[in-house]
């Protein structure tokens, strides 16, 4: 395992993570691997990491793809989340990163984090991971990482 990910937050050494949009809605919306990853965000099990753009993306998305009745639930547990997370100020931009520039600001948010991308999409980043270094993990192998004991 890549040690660079884990520092110390709340308390004793954890996980640094960005979560990919798909990974936030899918877990807002399902139960599953993703849902499983939004309980241990709210249990502060892993330290979630947000850039500004990352979190209005949130949002953004949940507005978009959500009835009114789901869409107000759902924005006041993106609210509740964002009050766990560490805020990234992006001072670099790596762009163009990904193929898909709506990936861009995802990638900034994980280089300038120095933490590792949870995604569904892991095709899309496969290429940025390898260019700039950092570690992608599905939602499950993501929960796996959870498992491991933490130094």
């Given at each position: 395992m890549q040690t660079r990910h884990r520092i110390r937050c709340y308390s004793g050494a954890v996980l640094r993570a960005v979560v990919d949009t798909n990974v936030l809605f899918t877990g807002l919306s399902r139960r599953g691997p993703e849902g499983a990853i939004i309980d241990s965000w709210v249990k502060r099990q892993f330290c979630p990491c947000v850039s500004t753009a990352l979190a209005l993306e949130y949002e953004d998305v949940l507005i978009r793809k959500l009835g009114a009745v789901k869409r107000e639930?759902?924005?006041?547990?993106l609210q509740a989340l964002l009050a766990r997370c560490e805020f990234v100020p992006i001072r670099f931009t790596y762009r163009p990163a990904s193929p898909d520039p709506g990936d861009?600001?995802?990638?900034?948010?994980?280089l300038n984090s120095r933490s590792l991308l949870i995604t569904s999409n892991v095709r899309d980043f496969r290429e940025a991971a390898a260019d700039w270094d950092f570690r992608l993990c599905e939602p499950s192998e993501f929960l796996e990482l959870l498992k491991e004991p933490q130094s």
């Amino acid at each position: 395992m890549q040690t660079r990910h884990r520092i110390r937050c709340y308390s004793g050494a954890v996980l640094r993570a960005v979560v990919d949009t798909n990974v936030l809605f899918t877990g807002l919306s399902r139960r599953g691997p993703e849902g499983a990853i939004i309980d241990s965000w709210v249990k502060r099990q892993f330290c979630p990491c947000v850039s500004t753009a990352l979190a209005l993306e949130y949002e953004d998305v949940l507005i978009r793809k959500l009835g009114a009745v789901k869409r107000e639930t759902a924005l006041k547990a993106l609210q509740a989340l964002l009050a766990r997370c560490e805020f990234v100020p992006i001072r670099f931009t790596y762009r163009p990163a990904s193929p898909d520039p709506g990936d861009d600001l995802v990638v900034d948010c994980v280089l300038n984090s120095r933490s590792l991308l949870i995604t569904s999409n892991v095709r899309d980043f496969r290429e940025a991971a390898a260019d700039w270094d950092f570690r992608l993990c599905e939602p499950s192998e993501f929960l796996e990482l959870l498992k491991e004991p933490q130094s």
